[in-house]
């Protein structure tokens, strides 16, 4: 099984900016495409961004294209999300996600692992 632990979340006020991390175990990082997902109480879990397994392809929510962009070092089994220009409707319980990849890169079709999700809450 895959292993995915999410880190860098945090309290900030509206304009900043956040690094998220997710870690994987395993050695078939450079294998899988990675994405992540965001869901805030109440509402419908969301696509942020994803990436394929060299890093080449990148695939974005139109909520964040622009302030948000994704990246990997498959060197150390880590998948970034640098979040600049924070409003509060970013405010959410951020998730990583992996899959193994296909030949197609598929950035929203359905992920077979799941972190536990790192909180982001953006102040006015």
């Known amino acids: 099984q895959v292993q995915l632990v999410e880190s860098g979340g945090g309290l900030v006020q509206a304009g900043g900016s956040l690094r998220l991390s997710c870690a994987a175990s395993?050695?078939?990082?450079?294998?899988?495409?990675m994405g992540w997902f965001r869901q805030a109480p109440g509402k419908e879990r969301e696509f942020v961004a994803a990436i394929n397994r060299s890093g080449s392809n990148t695939y974005y929510a139109d909520s964040v294209k622009g302030r948000f962009t994704i990246s990997r070092e498959n060197a150390k089994n880590t998948v970034y999300l640098q979040m600049n220009s924070l409003k509060p409707e970013d405010t959410a319980v951020y998730s990583c996600?992996?899959?193994?990849?296909?030949?197609?890169?598929?950035?929203?079709?359905?992920?077979?692992?799941w972190g536990q999700g790192t909180q982001v809450t953006v102040s006015s």
């Open positions: 996600a992996a899959k193994p990849s296909m030949y197609v890169f598929a950035p929203t079709q359905k992920y077979d692992y």
């Open positions: 395993g050695r078939a990082f450079s294998s899988y495409t």
